[in-house]
């Protein structure tokens, strides 16, 4: 699975996106789409844990945290919530 996070801060990079999540497990990937036209990045990402046991927890911990003065949000990647269900 893969986790959706969103609501980041444009000023955010995988390092604090790393930071965020090295309580949970090591990460496999992260994905941060940038707005080339803004040159900066969109202000979400996706992220894939090397335990998808502990995505329940990064969500249940994360979801509405302050960070870097953003509320950010967690979800599973494909729930119908996220605006990339499907």
Same mark, same amino acid.
């Given at each position: 699975? =893969? !986790? *959706?996070? &969103? /609501?980041?801060? *444009?000023?955010? =990079? +995988?390092?604090?996106?790393? %930071?965020?999540?090295? %309580?949970?497990?090591?990460? #496999? /990937?992260? =994905?941060?789409?940038?707005?080339?036209? +803004?040159?900066?990045?969109?202000?979400?990402?996706?992220?894939? #844990?090397?335990?998808? &046991?502990? %995505?329940?927890?990064? !969500?249940? /911990? #994360?979801?509405?945290?302050?960070?870097?003065?953003? =509320? !950010?949000?967690?979800?599973?990647?494909?729930?119908? +919530?996220?605006? *990339?269900?499907?």
């Amino acid at each position: 699975m =893969t !986790i *959706y996070m &969103s /609501n980041i801060s *444009y000023k955010a =990079t +995988k390092e604090d996106i790393s %930071e965020l999540l090295e %309580e949970f497990g090591g990460i #496999l /990937n992260i =994905t941060i789409p940038k707005d080339h036209a +803004k040159n900066r990045m969109r202000g979400y990402a996706f992220i894939v #844990l090397n335990d998808p &046991s502990q %995505e329940n927890k990064v !969500i249940d /911990n #994360l979801h509405n945290m302050q960070h870097m003065g953003r =509320t !950010i949000r967690v979800e599973r990647a494909n729930s119908e +919530k996220s605006p *990339y269900f499907g």
